[in-house]
């Protein structure tokens, strides 16, 4: 069974730099997609990142494009969401998904098959 752990989250500063962590244990991590999400207080859940599972494409969501990115280290079964310029507005809980199964980015940003239980990014201004 596949599990997602995220780590990372925090109380930031407004324009300071954050990375997040996930860890995807119980199946081969290479056979994954891995994507980021974030649902802030009263509001819908939002795509954030996803990199494909050869970490040949990455996409990213209109809000963080250009600030935020995200990679993966194979060798550790650990995907990345390093985030910079955070702003307030960024504040949410992050989840990490995955997926196993070869789909468009667009497929991606809509659901992946697989959800942690999410890390608290709290950006003050």
């Known amino acids: 069974q596949v599990q997602l752990v995220e780590s990372g989250g925090g109380l930031v500063q407004a324009g300071d730099s954050l990375r997040l962590a996930c860890v995807l244990s119980?199946?081969?991590?290479?056979?994954?997609?891995m994507g980021w999400f974030r649902q802030a207080p009263g509001k819908e859940r939002e795509f954030v990142a996803v990199?494909?599972?050869?970490?040949?494409?990455?996409y990213y969501g209109d809000s963080v494009l250009g600030r935020f990115s995200i990679s993966r280290d194979d060798a550790k079964n650990t995907v990345y969401l390093q985030m910079s310029s955070l702003k307030p507005e960024d504040t949410a809980v992050y989840y990490c998904?995955?997926?196993?199964?070869?789909?468009?980015?667009?497929?991606?940003?809509?659901?992946?098959?697989?959800w942690g239980k999410g890390t608290l990014v709290t950006v003050s201004s």
């Open positions: 990199i494909t599972w050869n970490g040949a494409i990455t």
């Open positions: 998904a995955a997926d196993p199964v070869v789909r468009s980015m667009s497929e991606y940003s809509h659901d992946m098959d697989y």
């Open positions: 119980g199946r081969p991590f290479r056979s994954y997609a």
